[in-house]
């Protein structure tokens, strides 16, 4: 039988409730007052899509605590905890290792504090693939082209990729990972990029061959081919097919070009010209089927050397080292400074308009510096050797050049192939940026006992056919052919339809199917010349 609590008993313990719960009460306000309700966990650092291997190196998460207890946090990687570095209110963390697939990252703030045991941390938690593997990619070969005008398809497969990219063209590939993409001209030295949802990516080079036909060449001046007599000449040649190909001058060696250049620094210097129409000359040489290959004096330009020195632009030309312009045997101011930009440039620029004019192949000529002792020229602005730098921009001619639809070629000195720095025409670094190389191997112009020739001038065969050799040694592997200048002029020795065949014999010998004769005059001997048909 429960005993009866006495009345007085019951109103003190009433009295102790109601204070026990006041002093609740008061010390929630109280905390409350000073610690608001934390916050909840921020996440950062976790790409949209899979982690590729690229990215997995330098992934980085972080967590914002912010007023949460940073000794609290518990941060955990597929359920093993792991630590991270803290800077303030942020925790970082990279993790490494990690597995292809899935994975788990949980940042959760640990229960603690007064009646922390009544209730859980806030926390954030998150998941995300990694996917190192990279698409596999195959790549059918291209066939040969005659033309940088010819479009061609790149075709292959490319499993687990997204995008397939050459240069400027994409594609993506269907479910069975086919692909095929359209370019307006053969790629040389590019490569093909499959790329898949994680970034990853898997390349392959890719190279068409541009097979440029056999040519049977002759140079004509600009002069030249205005004449009526001197073009009926050359016409009658291809007509009765003695040659197929005809070398015309765009810029020569006095720097002016033959016809109306709508080159803004060819119109202001003064080197635009109508000497010829270029569009009718094209069109007349197309007409018959012949190639058509243009000719840029380069860095010979007393015409632009000349304009620039007078226009306040003496950087733009060869000095001395007393600060004049550099005098050689061409001229008191003949060359102009190849490490200029605004130099290369405006050559880049003649040649880039001679292949949308239609010019099938674009040659520079003097691609090189001064003949001479080279500390006795300076070159504002050249920052590497000048070999190096007649390479590169070589190189920086090969696109626009080639988008345009032309090939690209350079006349070197006959003996570059054993004496490059005396001209600064390194013959491979060359090659590696141009269609082909030109030696001028003009049999007059070798010394007595060169690659142990006595009289080159008078073995015309001998001479071309050891010359040769080192071309073609030095120029295999960068997929330039080798097309020399032979000579059809007299100088010391009487030269005819002999002494020119000896040299196209010489050529065909090594293996050369193709030749460019030089006259200056632009008159040839067609009898040395055997017909196609």
Known sequence: MLKRVPTQDRR?????????????????????????????????????????????????????????????????????????????????????????GDHTVTAEIRPGGLFGWMRTGPGVSRTFTVDTTAPDLEVAALPPVSSYRQPVTVRGKAIGADRVTVGAGAATPDSSGDFEIALPRAPVGAAVTAVDAAGNTTTRPLSAAVALPPMKAVHVTAYGWADEGLRSGVLAMAREGRINTVELDIKDEDGMIGYASDVPLARESGASTRIYDARAALKTLHDMGIRVEGRIVAFRDPTLAGWAWRSGHPDWVVQDPAGLPYSSGYGAIAFTNFAHPEIRRYNIDLAAEAARLGFDGVMYDYVRRPDGPLDGMRFAGLAEPPTDSIAHFLRDSRDPVRDGGAALSAAVFGIAATRPGQIAQDIPMMAANVDYVAPMLYPSHWGAGEYGVADPNAQ???????????????????????????????????????????????????????????NAASRYHAGALAPDH
Do not use: C
């Open 460 to 518: 015309p065969y001998d001479i071309i056919a050891r010359s040769l050799q080192d071309f073609r040694t030095q120029t295999a592997g960068t997929g330039a052919k080798v097309i020399p200048w032979l000579q059809d002029f007299s100088l010391g020795v009487n030269y005819g339809d002999g002494e020119v065949r000896a040299q196209i014999d010489a050529a065909a010998a090594n293996g050369v199917d193709s030749f460019l004769l030089w």
């Open 12 to 100: 003190r313990l009433a009295i102790v409730s109601v204070l026990v719960v006041a002093v609740l009460l008061v010390a929630g306000s109280a905390l409350g007052a000073v610690r608001a309700e934390p916050t909840g966990l921020i996440m950062n650092g976790l790409p949209a899509g899979p982690v590729g291997a690229a990215a997995l190196g330098s992934l980085e998460l972080s967590v914002d605590i912010g007023d949460h207890d940073r000794r609290a946090l518990r941060l955990t990687v597929d359920g093993r905890e792991v630590s991270g570095a803290i800077s303030g209110t942020t925790v970082r963390y990279r993790p490494a290792g990690l597995s292809e």
